[in-house]
C-alpha cells in the first residue's frame, strides 16, 4: 500500500512540476513576444527567461511555432471560460445580459490587448500565429453566440433579428478589432469604449420593450 501510495505522490509532483514548467514557457514567451516581437525571440531566449532547457520549449509547445496557439488554447480551455459561458445562459435580464457580455470582452481585451496585438500582425506570415488568432477568435465567438441565443430565448431581439445575425452584430462590435479602434485609433479610455459599446448594442439588438 505504500509503494502505491509513493507512486500516486510522484505521479502527482510530476504532474504539478511539469504544469509550473510549461506556465513557466508561457508567460515568458508571452513577455518576450510582446518586448521583442515574435520574430525576433529565438527558442534559446524563451528557455533562458523561463529558467529551463530549450528542449522543455520543445517539449511544451513543439518550440516557438506552436507557442502562440499553446498560449490561446490554455487561456481559452481555463476554468473562467466556462464560468463566464454559465453565466451567460443563467442570465434572466436583457439590458444585464449585454451588460454583462460587454464587460467580459472590455476584461478579456484589457487583459490581452499586446499579445492580441503581436498574433494579429505576425498571422499573416506565421501559420502558427494564424492558428491561435483563429482559436482565440472561436472562443470569444462561442460566448457572443450564447449570447445572442439567450437574448432570443428571453424574447428580448429586436423584430427581424434572429440569434444568428446578432451574433454577428456582437461580434461586430466586441471583437478586439473594435476596442483597437477605439482605444487606439480614436484615444478613448476603455471605459468611454465600454459604455459606447454597450449603448450601441442595446440600440441595434433590443426591442423597444426590453429597453
Known sequence: MSNKRSRVA???RRAEYAAATRQA????????????GYF??????????ARVAPASVYAVAGGKHG???SIIEARTTAPDVEETYARITGHEDANELLRFITHATRVR???TQDLMRVITDTAPHEPGAAQALRSAHASLRTGLNLTARRLAELKALRDGVDAESATDTLWFYLNNGAYFTLTGDN???L????EWLLEC???????????
Open 109 to 111: 481585451f484589457e487583459h
Open 191 to 194: 471605459d468611454k469604449a465600454e
Open 67 to 69: 507557442l502562440l496557439n
Open 40 to 49: 525576433a525571440t529565438t527558442v534559446d531566449d524563451i528557455a533562458t527567461a
Open 10 to 12: 510522484g505521479s502527482g
Open 201 to 211: 448594442l442595446r440600440t441595434a439588438l433590443l426591442n423597444p420593450a426590453t429597453k
Open 25 to 36: 514557457i508561457h508567460d515568458a514567451a508571452r513577455e518576450l513576444f510582446i518586448i521583442k
Open 187 to 189: 484615444q478613448w479610455s
